[in-house]
């Protein structure tokens, strides 16, 4: 198990970890493949893939070919972008816990499967944005959009050493991202992630709720 002593750089998955946007992708979602003459119904259930990058929810779930998920994408990006932060809420917790992190010397940094002018866009939206150092998203095309790649993009684009970094998130892809990178990872219990999913995953800690994690790191200083 990593230690948390040396840590200063703190990296935080997005969707399921600080905010609840579970209404708003699924309406965008399913907006999506409607509008595509595809059934819902007829993959997975899609609270389930939250979390996941687009091209392979659409490509593996939902059986499109790439050409077709493509245009998918931009589908649920035009309807995301009509729906703002409407469905979206900030987890109990959250706000405050952000402040006394970067209020206590922690340099806060998000990342995130969503494309980084979004995800830029979420935090600003919901008044988070003055808390981040930094935000590393995808990209807007398919080609990074693995949650490793995207550590590793905010590792080298922001200069931090993965020996004082920390990935905090609520799926496997964030602990199995971080742990290729050589952090360190908390899983929180309150997004999208199942039970079984963190634990095979295997995190160095584990928070039920944002102060937990807000104390393991404050009582480390």
Do not use: C
């Not at 109990?92 to 980084?116: D, H, I, M, N, S």
Request: hydrophobic letters at 40%.
């Amino acid at each position: 198990m990593h230690g948390l002593n040396g840590i200063r750089n703190v990296l935080f998955d997005l969707d399921g970890t600080l905010v609840d946007s579970s209404r708003t992708i699924l309406d965008s979602v399913e907006h999506a493949l409607q509008s595509m003459n595809i059934d819902p119904a007829g993959g997975p259930p899609v609270e389930r893939l939250i979390g996941r990058p687009l091209l392979d929810i659409f490509t593996d779930a939902f059986g499109m070919p790439r050409p077709q998920a493509l245009e998918a994408i931009d589908r649920y990006r035009a309807r995301y972008e009509t729906l703002a932060q409407a469905g979206t809420v900030v987890y109990e917790g959250v706000r405050e816990g952000l402040a006394e992190l970067a209020g206590g010397g922690y340099r806060l940094f998000l990342a995130t499967v969503k494309p980084t002018p979004i995800a830029e866009s979420v935090l600003g939206d919901l008044g988070l944005r003055v808390h981040f150092s930094g935000v590393a998203g995808a990209s807007m095309g398919p080609e990074r959009r693995e949650k490793e790649r995207i550590i590793a993009w905010a590792l080298d684009t922001f200069g931090l050493a993965a020996s004082e970094s920390l990935m905090v998130g609520d799926r496997d892809q964030d602990i199995d991202g971080a742990r290729a990178n050589g952090l360190p990872s908390v899983a929180v219990s309150w997004g999208f992630g199942s039970d079984g999913e963190l634990e095979k995953a295997a995190p160095d800690y584990q928070a039920g709720r944002f102060s937990e994690l807000v104390t393991l790191l404050t009582e480390r200083r």
